[in-house]
């Protein structure tokens, strides 16, 4: 009964290729939101969703696209990976007009070699 | 933008209280948290307050905000092994109420 999955846990692969995340909430929640945390632990937004809808757009490569076909589900994909893409990808999603913070999903480790 | 600044490290003895700060720049901040992240795992909400709270308990946990000096405290009594991690706070930006700004994380060691 996990709150927020995301798939694959771990994913490898090499420069130049295009990959996905997926991510899934089954807790009713309408925003959805995906973070980046480097290799010192730094959380940093990267997108955020609302009922499909694109709110939060923070200063991200265009190589990576967000894309939202229901409010349960919001996918991130990384075109033309480079080594520098390397992280931890979280996923979390929120109730707006609840707001008791955040749920996370338990991350992707993207490793490009 | 909103920084919200933790000192990297805090090592204590089984048994003793720890208490891991957070210091934030934008005073409107209205609800500010507390995550835990264990290794290799995502992040799990500790606790919260809002803006007109000065003091949160929590079993354990206790919250202090002092908005006049923009600080945060998370204080856990009895530290335990199953306590090391590391803790982050994270607060909302101005006038994006969903948009939660962590801070530097402070990793709390749990030692014998």
């Known amino acids: 009964d996990t709150a927020v999955s995301q798939t694959p846990k771990y994913l490898v692969t090499q420069m130049g290729n295009d990959k996905s995340i997926k991510c899934e909430q089954n807790?009713?929640?309408?925003?959805m939101y995906w973070y980046k945390q480097d290799s010192k632990k730094f959380l940093k937004i990267m997108f955020s969703?609302?009922?499909?809808?694109?709110?939060i757009n923070e200063t991200v490569p265009n190589r990576f696209s967000p894309k939202s076909p229901d409010k349960a589900h919001l996918n991130l994909h990384i075109n033309s990976l480079e080594l520098g893409d390397s992280a931890v990808y979280f996923c979390?999603?929120?109730?707006?007009?609840?707001?008791?913070?955040?749920?996370f999903g338990s991350g992707t480790r993207l490793t490009v070699v | 933008g909103e920084d919200v600044e933790q000192s990297l490290f805090l090592s204590v003895r089984e048994g003793d209280s720890s208490v891991i700060n957070c210091t934030y720049t934008?005073?409107?901040?209205?609800?500010l948290y507390w995550y835990k992240q264990e290794p290799g795992a995502g992040l799990q909400l500790l606790t919260y307050?809002?803006?007109?709270?000065d003091m949160k308990q929590d079993q354990r946990l206790t919250v202090l905000l002092n908005k006049k000096d923009k600080h945060l405290s998370l204080r856990i009594a009895d530290t335990q092994t199953g306590d090391s991690a590391i803790y982050f706070c994270?607060?909302?930006?101005?006038?994006?109420?969903?948009?939660?700004?962590f801070g530097t994380g402070t990793r709390l060691q749990v030692t014998l």
């Open positions: 969703y609302n009922n499909k809808e694109l709110i």
């Open positions: 807790l009713g929640h309408d925003t």
């Open positions: 994270a607060v909302t930006a101005t006038g994006t109420a969903s948009k939660l700004t």
């Open positions: 934008d005073s409107s901040s209205t609800y």
């Open positions: 979390a999603s929120s109730q707006a007009s609840r707001f008791y913070g955040y749920t």
């Open positions: 307050i809002f803006s007109n709270m």
